[in-house]
Every structure is written in structure tokens, then in C-alpha cells.
């Protein structure tokens, strides 16, 4: 039985450490707590710095658009509306390029989340309602994908509140495009398969065009696109991820 602990994750050498960037191909972004940027716990998160290596950090130059470092983690407040204002705002952050996964192509994403809420939470979006993934119920999730909604139940709650959790989300390569869901891990049996093949472009952390703030933490995230990932590799970033975060 394999042990707890840093050696589960070290290939090669003792010296060499495991990370998710040495997984083929290698993600289009990666964003951990340790690239966080804010002076201290409680204080505005002005960005997110990518460390992939692609350099495509998030970024939010606007104060009332800003999350807070809280708990080792980016803290969202969802929508609000300031005193004095008529305006809905609320905490979302820049990819400095999209993440454009093109029509048939795998996209994989993972997160870990800390959630207030699980009605309507985007999770990525763009500038407008064009495009988006967002938690919808705490037991659906849906994508709009290339002009088409699709949205995926279960016959039980699968998302939870107030408890940190690793999710991800993997639309399958080629014509099915099939959306699949795993929970700390684990696969979770939709209440019918759904799929959309069509073309992705994100460019937005926690919100959908100006609305469906997300409510709640993250404490990572990693994305990977081009190539269907190994449930081999899939498995061994979750544990990776669950191992960093104490879950």
C-alpha cells in the first residue's frame, strides 16, 4: 500500500518532484495558492499569476472587482451592489489571453472550490453571456458552448457548501464531446450523458458577462486542453491536488 506523503508523488529521481505541468501535454494555465497576489491574509488580491509556464496570469485592476486572500485561498464575494450605486458588481479576474479550446477538442479543468453557494456559480465565463461553465444547482452543471446550452443533473447532490472540495470538470475530445464530472476524484453517474462538441473560449475567472458572480473560495486552479488526459493522470492530479490542500 502506497504511503502518505511527498514520495507518492516524486518520478525519477528522490530529487525530482511530481507537478501537474509534467503532465503530456502540459496545461494551458496553472494557478496555485503559493502565486496569489495580496499583501496578507484579508487584504485585495490584485491577481494571479500562471505558472505553467504560458504566462497567462489573471488580473483585476479594478478594487470593487477584487476577491480578498482569505485562508490560503482567493475569496469571492459574488454579486453585491456598492452604497450609493445602482450597479450589480462583483469579484471576477482577467485571463491575460483566452483559453480557446477549439470544436472537438478535449478540455479538462480543475478546481478547488470552497463554495457558499451552488446556484448559478460560474466558474469560467467571458465578458458576455456567450460562453460559460458554471455550477447551476448542487446537483447540475452547465456549459454554454458554441452558441448551445448543456446542461448535466444527477439524481443527488453532487456539489457541496461550506467544505473544500476538488472538482473537475473534462469535455471529451472528438465528434461526442461528452461532459464528465468527478468529485474529489470521483466519477459521478449523471442522470443522462450529456455532450456538446462545439468551440470554447474563456476569458474570465467567476463570472458570466456582468452577472452569476461565484460565491465562495479557490484555492487552485488547473487547465488542460488539445488531448483527451489518461484517467491515469487524472487520478494522480486530484490526489495531488487533494494531498496540497488537506482534503
Known sequence: ????????????????AWNPVKVNPPPKGKFSKEEILSSGD????????????????LTQGTSVNQGVLNNGGLLLDGA????????VVGDHYDFTSAIEVSAEE????????????????????????SEFLEIQTNK????????????????SAIFPTDQKFVLTFQRESGATGNFNVYIDGTLQTPSS??????????????????????????????????SDMASADVTRICDYLKNNHGI
Open 1 to 16: 500500500m502506497l504511503g502518505l506523503g511527498v514520495s507518492f508523488y516524486k518520478i525519477g529521481s528522490p530529487e525530482e
Open 42 to 57: 484579508g487584504t485585495a488580491v490584485t491577481g494571479w499569476n500562471d505558472s505553467s509556464g504560458n504566462r497567462n496570469h
Open 80 to 87: 453585491e451592489t456598492p452604497e450609493g450605486e445602482e450597479e
Open 106 to 129: 478535449a478540455f479538462t479543468l480543475f478546481m478547488v472550490l470552497d463554495l457558499d453557494s451552488v446556484d448559478t456559480q460560474t466558474l469560467l465565463g467571458t465578458g458576455a453571456e
Open 140 to 155: 447540475r452543471i452547465r456549459a454554454k458552448i458554441d452558441g448551445g446550452q448543456t446542461s448535466q443533473a444527477y439524481g
Open 193 to 226: 450523458q450529456q455532450a456538446n462538441s462545439g468551440a470554447i473560449s474563456f476569458n474570465v475567472l467567476g463570472s458570466r458577462g456582468e452577472d452569476r458572480f461565484l460565491d465562495g473560495h479557490i484555492y487552485e486552479v488547473i487547465i488542460y486542453d488539445t
